[in-house]
């Protein structure tokens, strides 16, 4: 196999909208829903090679069985340049929204904090290369494509990579759950960034040292903690409303 292994539609269909390499397509036999459909005539149309596979063989080669009868060869992820992306984003005359994920190890909280990232209009996202979970199979299905709309970048230290965000002008954000300052009164404006620690331990000592400020989610329940992935979801839509109010 040249590459990776997509599983699932909407990762699968995203990816053959997109520029990333596609070699080959791999169909379960006896699937005939239009979704498929659709899939089949987009890779047709990329010059993907089609396959057909019993489900088993399927579920072997993916490794699980929630590949709702297709599966997608193609290249390794590749990952923006974080210089390119702030470049971008300066070139744009808007202001930059950034998510920052400080040591997310489940592949599925991964996937779906890039899927709230994009629906939220953030203009990309920042892991560390470092006791974090990477874009996987897994990740990419969690996103259910939504990988493939937005930039996700790799870096080697979080807290300079911060540093060096603050002297361009952006202001970070922190998600920390014993602060006593309300995300909802915090009023988000500007070049912003929003760091989201990892599940169990929060964001690390030195991250934390570089957030201008550290807010947590008001809750109201007999249960004192949200999953990493819905608290991102929740943080970054409120970004999202001030910021374009």
């Known amino acids: 196999m040249k590459g990776e292994l997509l599983f699932g539609v909407n990762p699968v269909k995203e990816a053959l909208r997109g520029t990333r390499g596609a070699f ?21 149309e990329r010059g993907v090679a089609v396959h057909r596979r019993d489900k088993i063989d399927l579920t072997k080669m993916c490794a699980s069985s929630h590949h709702q009868g297709i599966a997608l060869e193609v290249e390794p992820f590749i990952y923006a340049d974080l210089d390119d992306l702030l470049a971008t984003i300066s070139q744009s005359g808007t202001a930059g929204f950034l998510l920052v994920l400080d040591g997310i190890q489940d592949p599925h ?15 990309g996202v920042i892991i560390p290369k470092d006791r974090a979970c990477g874009v996987t199979a897994g990740a ?18 979080v807290a300079q990579t911060l540093e060096m965000m603050k002297k361009s002008g952006y202001w970070v954000y922190g998600l920390e759950g014993e602060s006593s ?26 991250v934390r040292k570089q957030c201008d400020v550290l807010m947590s989610i008001p809750q109201y329940g007999g249960v004192n903690s949200l999953n990493a992935s819905v608290a991102g979801g929740i ?10 109010a």
């Open 109 to 123: 909280n991964l996937g779906a904090l890039i899927r709230s990232a994009a629906c939220a209009g953030v203009n």
């Open 24 to 44: 080959n397509l791999y169909v379960q036999t006896n699937a005939t829903d239009h979704r498929v459909e659709s899939i089949i005539k987009l890779a047709e």
């Open 181 to 206: 300052t309300s995300l909802y009164d915090i009023k988000f404006s500007g070049n912003t960034v929003l760091v989201v620690g990892g599940e169990g331990e929060g964001i690390r000592p030195l």
């Open 235 to 244: 943080a970054m839509f409120e970004a999202a409303r001030k910021i374009n």
């Open 140 to 157: 990419e299905k969690a996103s259910a494509g939504a990988i493939e709309t937005i930039p996700v970048a790799m870096v080697t230290n």
